[in-house]
């Protein structure tokens, strides 16, 4: 069975061609022209050299038929045709060269979809031409021409899917108008989910372990906001761009910053990119960025926008879905199951907020798994997880339908013990461990950083301010 006939053909007709190249197996062509009978077998096409007009040229079935020929009154015929053959079938008109409004008019009864190259381009001008100056594509663009060399694109530290896949669309958009960039990240990539989504998409990302930042002539910042916190960079070192969706704690330098806290991913941001200037990311980032939004939503459910919806429904189109799926679905390892385990039977529960210290831990990006999971306890709204390792303490925490701001809780419970940073549903945080270390012999470690930690988080929840009359929206945005 035939699901895609071709009927005719022309310049826009072996376009189409190329677009399902790797599903030339169920195409069938028409043509009663030599030259592309000739070039479609070259490609293995299964071709019919036979007036596409004339049903008895037709295979059985089709699903979809393409119609491509440059002769307006053909394609009218052709469709036509089509339409009594395959009453079912999707019916995809080229409407030809300077059809008449006759022709056009039966073309929309028709087809389905009709494929205007000369409209389509047409409109891309005046969306081009007419885009106002001030418009963040536009004046990304600009931004990108006055580097005087090469762009580093810098995720924050343990970059997540949004990161990495932000970091690699801005080196795309910023390749696209001619500057070369590199997508770099500091810490590491400890995940499972997150390098199932590196090795199974084959993206490749440099560390600032073989940087040298004097070859570059302009920094990129994604998914956070200020050089030196939370990555690799000097403290206060120049930035260029900023693109990120949480709220900045405090001024944000850069010739261009956008920041979005309404937005639910920075893969967001970047799609919106890459499609206001005509760019049609590659499968594997179209995967990555469609997954960075997912996680950062969680899956659509956390601070989602419209746009998210939106650049998600561009990207499902390219993304590679199965990929996707492995990605989502990776081995558990033995350390993430042991700390989740921990958390739970280590849990301290107050009203609708858990607090678990995990003990010593070998991988902290289990932390995070272990906070979301523990939102699926009955009657919690915010958790806090948190473990220790190389004498730093790593807290993650969520929250979900809770009246709380966890980045700020966060920061105000540790200030200025330690450091933390986030938005409203979930923040990370870091505290030295300290003088913690030197515990007498009948108290043990994880007991002091249990009461010590957890006693001023619970502390700061009820310092809390009360939220304002009507409280919060069930899931607040960043």
């Not at 059985?60 to 045709?81: G, K, Q, T, Y």
């Not at 970047?270 to 997912?294: F, K, M, V, W």
């Not at 958790?383 to 303490?393: C, D, P, Q, R, S």
């Amino acid at each position: 069975m035939a699901r895609r006939l071709l009927l005719g053909c022309s310049a826009v007709g072996n376009t189409l061609v190329e677009r399902t190249r790797q599903s030339h197996g169920d195409l069938v062509a028409v043509t009663d022209d030599t030259g592309w009978v000739s070039t479609l077998r070259d490609r293995n096409v299964a071709t019919v050299e036979a007036d596409p007009t004339d049903p008895a040229t037709y295979p059985d079935s089709a699903e979809v038929v393409l119609i491509a020929s440059d002769d307006a009154a053909r394609n009218v015929a052709a469709a036509v045709a089509a339409r009594r053959t395959y009453p079912g079938a999707m019916i995809v008109a080229h409407v030809g060269d300077d059809p008449t409004d006759e022709q056009q008019a039966t073309l929309r009864e028709t087809a389905d979809r009709l494929v205007d190259p000369v409209e389509a381009i047409a409109a891309r001008v005046r969306e081009a031409t007419g885009a106002d100056a001030n418009e963040e594509p536009i004046r990304l663009v600009s931004t990108l021409r006055t580097l005087s060399g090469p762009l580093l694109v810098v995720a924050h530290d343990n970059p997540d899917p949004d990161a990495i896949a932000s970091a690699l669309g801005l080196a795309r958009a910023a390749e696209s108008v001619g500057v070369p960039a590199d997508a770099c990240y500091g810490g590491e990539i400890a995940h499972q989910e997150n390098r199932a989504m590196m090795n199974l998409l084959d993206l490749s990302l440099r560390t600032f372990d073989d940087l040298d930042l004097d070859g570059y002539g302009g920094v990129a910042l994604v998914d956070h906001s200020r050089a030196g916190i939370n990555d690799s960079l000097p403290e206060g070192h120049p930035v260029d761009i900023v693109v990120d969706h949480h709220p900045p704690r405090g001024p944000v330098a850069g010739e261009f910053v956008d920041i979005r806290p309404d937005a639910g991913a920075t893969s967001t941001l970047i799609q919106g990119y890459l499609s206001r200037l005509g760019i049609e990311p590659d499968r594997s980032l179209a995967t990555a960025l469609l997954y960075g939004i997912r996680i950062d939503t969680k899956d659509f459910t956390r601070s989602t926008s419209i746009p998210d919806f939106e650049a998600a429904a561009s990207l499902s189109a390219l993304a590679d879905e199965s990929t996707l799926r492995r990605v989502e679905s990776p081995s558990v390892s033995p350390e993430t199951l042991r700390v989740l385990a921990r958390a739970i039977n280590g849990r301290d529960v107050r009203g609708s907020t858990v607090a678990s210290c995990v003990g010593e831990i070998g991988d902290r990006d289990t932390l995070a798994q272990a906070a979301e999971r523990l939102l699926d306890l009955d009657g919690i709204a915010v958790t806090f997880v948190f473990g220790y390792m190389e004498g730093v303490i790593y807290g993650s925490a969520r929250a979900r339908g809770a009246d709380l701001d966890v980045g700020e809780l966060l920061r105000d419970a540790l200030d200025p013990v330690g450091s933390a940073g986030g938005h409203a549903t979930m923040a990370g945080a870091q505290v030295p461990l300290g003088l913690l270390e030197e515990v007498s012999d009948d108290e043990s470690l994880e007991d002091v950083v249990q009461a010590f930690v957890a006693g001023r988080f619970f502390e700061a929840i009820d310092d809390a301010p009360s939220p304002p009359t009507g409280g919060l929206p069930e899931y607040p945005t960043d």
